[in-house]
């Protein structure tokens, strides 16, 4: 049966299905070809040379109860394997070990080419924050270290 009104949806409506398959590729071109802020200064820590990279410039966010910051790690010299455990928290002092080790939060995971920590942070940034790193080795030996925090996540 054929409609005796060939209105302007009527007509037009499959063009709208049309559009709404172009938006994927728009979406997966996006996840293909991320952008992230430069990465901190290099630093030495025992054997290793890290470089964290901050996956964003926005503030930290809510996750299970606690304020995290995202961040890779990247080990330029040195074999993440002879990392025991290590954490990274932001902060005006280091946090002791027993807090960190108290959850899931703030240790470094991932491949060999490059860790992924949920930082443990404050709910907003101070000039008095720094950013902690603290690995520990096999032999039980703990090394610490800190960056202070770019400039832009003080302005938010």
Request: hydrophobic residues 40%; proline residues 6%.
């Amino acid at each position: 049966m054929a409609r005796l009104k060939a209105t302007f949806w009527h007509r037009n409506k499959f063009k709208l299905s049309g559009l709404l398959l172009l938006l994927p590729v728009y979406y997966l071109y996006q996840s293909l070809h991320p952008s992230f802020p430069d990465s901190l200064q290099e630093q030495q820590i025992g054997a290793f040379k890290v470089a964290p990279m901050p996956l964003d410039l926005e503030s930290s966010y809510q996750h299970d109860g606690a304020y995290i910051k995202d961040f890779m790690v990247l080990f330029n010299q040195g074999n993440p394997e002879d990392i025991r455990q290590a954490f990274m928290s932001i902060g005006p002092a280091q946090l002791d070990l027993a807090t960190l080790q108290d959850g899931d939060l703030g240790i470094l995971h991932g491949s060999r080419y490059g860790k992924h920590v949920h930082a443990i942070a404050p709910e907003t940034f101070s000039a008095n924050d720094r950013i902690w790193l603290t690995i520990e080795n096999w032999q039980g030996e703990l090394n610490t270290i800190s960056w202070s925090l770019p400039a832009q996540w003080l302005a938010h």
